[in-house]
């Protein structure tokens, strides 16, 4: 015999918890199971351990999906002004970084007790380290077998998030529960990652390593000003992290490592002002030493400004405002911060995120095709589609 629930919900992340807690406030029996004995983990370790628990300027334009208008409904029903009243209630402590993005002041433990917490009060049963086995339906219901015995629920919700980061966790349980219910999948790769290289780029930034600029990093029409950073395998910060979401492999990407300036011009106009001061005086000037020296060395040039050409240094200026790289690939799911690709949103209920022709089977959070930007968008897009979830499963 197995025990029974009106909701089984699989996964114990950020969505998950969400989910479940608001279902059974709702006054449905809930369990949310989970194969790993630490429950949240990407909640734990996000954001350098404060967790980025959202963005005060979420927008549908800031989520990559196949269909764009899927996450519309879903963020204007669980707004991050919502979730930041929650937090208040709980005397979270909290703090805006920049660009909208809001951390805790002490800990993202802080996140995961206020969830685990409103799960307790709502009554919902929360087991750890057990891990599904198999999935039926029967008669409507779904049946699933574990590690610690049968349960069955006359709904199943599946919020085991994607492929990242594997050390904590990651499986590709909720991609395999779509394909048995004939549901179609987006291909999954790393996303919000950092890029790498195997030619003398590497080299280049080994020796680089630990520098940041504020970088305008762009890969096709899109674009992002941030942070960028040298690392012993390639590039990284936010704007790198940001562009790896629309980068493909064989495509270029653009570096602007001075955006406040066209180069040429003020390398020409230092000329005339200061003739003798030297090529490395002047980049230092607006970018770090080093990088400067690295450039120069890349373009074979040195001296002074009265020694150079007005077309040297006019081409000077844009191979620093206008740096093509082309990375051999990312750090992968090793590293990366999300999942792109995941169950089509084709296949899903906008308005309840219940799978097309299987009534009761919902999938929530990052196992969905839906991706955000850096800085807090995709834990507003789990608490987004599980609010909106149990307010489905609630309503029958």
């Known amino acids: ?207 680089l390593s630990g520098l940041s600029v504020d970088a305008c990093v762009s890969a096709g029409k899109t674009v992002f000003e941030e942070g960028m950073l040298f690392t012993h395998r390639g590039l990284s910060g936010p704007s790198i992290l940001q562009i790896s979401s629309y980068w493909r492999e064989g495509e270029q990407v653009a570096v602007n490592l001075v955006p406040e300036h066209k180069l040429g011009d003020s390398l020409k106009a230092d000329k005339k002002q200061h003739p003798k001061q030297t090529l490395h005086a002047t980049l230092s000037q607006v970018l770090p030493k080093r990088l400067a020296a690295d450039i120069l060395e890349s373009a074979q040039m040195e001296g002074r400004l009265a020694d150079c050409a007005d077309k040297q240094l006019a081409a000077l200026g844009d191979l620093i405002n206008d740096w093509h790289i082309s990375p051999s690939g990312t750090e992968g799911y090793r590293t990366a911060e999300v999942t792109l690709g995941g169950v089509d949103t084709d296949a899903l209920d906008a308005r309840t995120m219940q799978a097309r022709g299987h009534k009761g089977l919902y999938f929530i959070g990052e196992v969905v095709d839906v991706t955000g930007h850096l800085g807090g968008y995709n834990f507003q897009w789990a608490w987004s589609s599980g609010y909106i979830c149990a307010e489905a499963l609630a309503a029958g």
């Open 1 to 207: 015999m197995s025990q029974q629930f009106d909701v089984v919900i699989v996964g114990a992340g950020a969505a998950g918890l969400m989910c479940a807690f608001q279902a059974g406030q709702r006054g449905l029996s809930v369990l949310l199971i989970d194969h790993a004995r630490k429950i949240a983990e990407k909640i734990r370790i996000s954001g350098g351990g404060r967790c980025n628990f959202t963005n005060i300027h979420t927008r549908a334009e800031a989520f990559l999906c196949h269909n764009p208008h899927f996450v519309k409904s879903a963020l204007a029903r669980y707004t991050a002004a919502d979730f930041i009243d929650l937090v208040r209630q709980h005397n979270i402590p909290f703090h805006e970084k920049k660009l909208g993005q809001l951390f805790c002041d002490s800990s993202a433990q802080d996140i995961i007790d206020m969830l685990v917490e409103n799960c307790q009060r709502a009554g919902v049963t929360i087991r750890k380290g057990c891990a599904v086995t198999e999935v039926r339906v029967t008669d409507g219901i779904y049946e699933l077998s574990t590690e610690s015995g049968n349960v069955s629920g006359t709904s199943l919700v599946i919020a085991t998030g994607g492929l990242s980061i594997p050390k904590i966790g990651a499986t590709g349980f909720g991609y395999d529960i779509a394909r048995q219910f004939g549901l179609a999948l987006v291909p999954q790769r790393a996303g919000l990652v950092p890029l790498t290289f195997t030619d003398e780029m590497k080299q280049r930034c080994a020796a």
